[in-house]
Nanobody
Framework: QVQLAESGGGLVQAGDSLRLSCVVS????????VAWFRHFPGQTSDFLAA????????YYSDSAKGRFTISRDNAKNTVFLEIASLKPEDTARYSC?????????WGGGYDYWGPGIQVTVSS
């Protein structure tokens, strides 16, 4: 069993940068790829980025390339998502997910999910 918990969200100003954290606990952290998704009300989950268990491979959606950076610190069992130049349209609930399918860009590719954290960007 794996548990994930996001932190670092909140209310920010447009143009700011933000770093979200996802702490993974339970099963051996290093065996899982971890991804970030965001969720808009009434819409399907939007894949942003994924990172392999060793951190050597990173995957981004086209919409995330350029402003989003994923990284991980296995010593701290934590995966990060840095977002630069935040825009009001980045307002969403962000969640991390863990699974064994490296680089999967759809929600079904992940077995474990965090509860999500809200990011609100004001203009």
């Amino acid at each position: 069993q794996v548990q994930l918990a996001e932190s670092g969200g909140g209310l920010v100003q447009a143009g700011d940068s933000l770093r979200l954290s996802c702490v993974v606990s339970g099963d051996t952290f290093g065996r899982y790829s971890v991804a970030w998704f965001r969720h808009f009300p009434g819409q399907t989950s939007d894949f942003l980025a994924a990172i392999s268990w060793g951190g050597s491979s990173k995957y981004y959606s086209d919409s995330a390339k350029g402003r989003f950076t994923i990284s991980r610190d296995n010593a701290k069992n934590t995966v990060f998502l840095e977002i630069a130049s935040l825009k009001p349209e980045d307002t969403a609930r962000y969640s991390c997910a863990a699974g064994t399918a490296e680089g999967a860009n759809w929600g079904g590719g992940y077995d474990y999910w965090g509860p999500g954290i809200q990011v609100t960007v004001s203009s």
